[in-house]
Structures are given as C-alpha cells and as structure tokens.
C-alpha cells in the first residue's frame, strides 16, 4: 500500500485535522466514495469524496479520537470488498521540567540534524554571560561541520525574547554596507494564535550603493502545538513565522520572498527550523531537527 502520514500521533493527545494519512487507490468507476479504517489504540481514519474519472487517484482519511498508548498500530482500510493497512507510531510526549520555550541555562545543549545538507550537524552550547549596553546575555556557542564555530547572544527580559545580531541576519536580499548591531526581539512568552509584532525599522546603505529599509514581521501560527520531531513528541509549541521585508527611500515595504518558520517546545527551546524562499519556485535554505538535547 501506498500511504503517506502527516501530523502528530501521540499518547493521550487528542487528534485533530491535521492528523491524516493520505493513500493511493485505482478507480474502477468514477462517483462517490466513502473509506474507513477499524479503530485502533482509541482512534481511527476516514473519508469521503467524489472520484470524477478512474485511474490512480489520493484519498485523505482523516483521523480522530485519542491515542491510549504508545507503540506502533496497524490499521486496516476498507473500500468497498476491498481492504489494506498501513501502520501508525504512537509516540511519548518529552517530559520537561524548565519553563521557558527558549532556555539559556548555563551548559545546556542542542544537537540538530541538517536536513538540507544531509549528514550535518549542528550543535548549539550555552557557555558563558556577556554584558553589551548594559543588557547581560548568555553566550551561545554554535559548531558546524568545516566552519566556525561561531557565536551569539541571547537574553530574556520579562517575557521577551532578545538577540543581540546584525540588522539584516535574517534576509539574503541585501547586506548593509556597515554592518548594524541590534537589540531584535525574535520571541515572547504567553503567545496567542495569530498574535503578531513588528521589529524596528533598520535604515543603512547597502552593500550595492542604495539606501533601503529593513523590518521584520513575526505572527504566531499556534500558541500551542504538538509535533514529533525525529520520533520525539513535544506538545505546549511555539509556531513562529518571520517574514523580512525591505523597501527603498520612496516604495512602500515588499515582502523579500523569504519566510522562516521557527518551533519552540516549551522546557526544550528550538526544535525545529526551516527557511524557504520563493521566486521562480520555491526553495528551502535552512531545515533543522532537534536531535538531543540537555536542558540544565
């Protein structure tokens, strides 16, 4: 059988739309249809729809009710006198202890998978304090394969999230001529959906000669999020979407086609980070995944 998963199965976590599996079938006779699965471990799949021509065609089952426990569970499809299966894992949710959704606790790690460059690695370490404009930040200690390693500079003020980093570290469209170092608030905690904030604007010449102007949008996708990440459950998430955008002495602002998505677990920090750009299609930059971790 030819399925494909998306969304997040874990213990005790109540399925939402999200969680579905899509499935390949070959229509004999165009016209309606209706497909399910058994229940399974406290939840099941279904689906129905129109076929209007025969052939190889997808259908999405969608699934609900809970998952009881965890493991992997075989599911049973039935279409008419026909039927397959296809198997789901059911996962544990990380438990945690701190409370932050981004940690800075001196000598906690982070260990991602670079999904873009396959084989990579990244590794994340708090190592040390660094007061700049009488702000204290903690020093995070970044190792990549063949470069670096680098470093940058965080801090909590309430409950707001601050990096102290150049103007225009998160677009590839333009680089000031004279680098900017900046205070930029990336992240707050007591998130709502659809919450939104818009940075400063940054104003320098860029590299290429032309004054231009720079901000940032951030908007919070969900306020509260399950997701498994290289077959880790973290529940309580942040989804956060950055968009840059930039605009000349006399234009009005225009999105720079780049949008960064950021995943932050509450008590684990970042879990999970993509950079995609759209032009002439669209292209992923930037794929991380959490791999381990220590939060102290």
């Not at 998963?5 to 229509?27: C, E, M, P, R």
């Amino acid at each position: 059988m030819n399925d494909s998963l998306a969304g997040a199965f874990v213990k005790g976590i109540t399925l939402d739309t999200n969680s579905k599996v899509i499935i390949s079938v070959n229509v004999a006779t165009p016209g309606n249809y209706s497909v399910s699965t058994n229940q399974v471990n406290g939840y099941s799949f279904s689906g129905s729809g129109t076929f209007s021509a025969t052939g190889i065609q997808t259908v999405t089952l969608t699934a609900s009710g809970t998952p009881v426990n965890a493991g992997t569970d075989v599911f049973r499809v039935t279409a008419g006198a026909t039927s397959c299966s296809f198997s789901v894992a059911v996962h544990t949710v990380v438990i945690v202890t701190n409370n932050d959704h981004f940690p800075l606790t001196h000598n906690s790690y982070w260990v991602y998978d670079d999904l873009f460059h396959v084989g990579d690695t990244i590794k994340h370490t708090v190592i040390d304090t660094l007061t700049i404009n009488n702000h204290l930040y903690s020093i995070m200690k970044e190792e990549v394969r063949f470069v670096g390693p680098f470093q940058y500079y965080y801090r909590k003020a309430g409950f707001d999230y601050y990096e102290f980093c150049i103007a225009d570290k998160f677009t590839g469209s333009f680089a000031f001529a004279t680098p900017q170092y900046v205070d930029l608030k990336f992240m707050q905690e007591g998130l709502s959906t659809g919450a939104s904030w818009v940075s400063q604007e940054f104003s320098g010449i860029a590299s290429f000669g032309q004054n231009l102007h720079l901000k940032y949008l951030f908007k919070c996708l969900n306020d509260n999020a399950t997701v498994v990440v290289n077959g880790k459950a973290f529940t309580d998430v942040y989804i956060i979407d950055l968009r840059p955008q930039i605009r000349s002495d006399f234009g009005d602002y225009g999105y720079t086609g780049e949008d960064y998505v950021f995943y932050y677990a509450k008590g684990v920090g970042l879990v999970y980070e993509k950079e995609t750009k759209t032009g002439s299609g669209t292209f992923t930059f930037i794929e991380w995944a959490l791999r381990n971790w220590l939060v102290n």
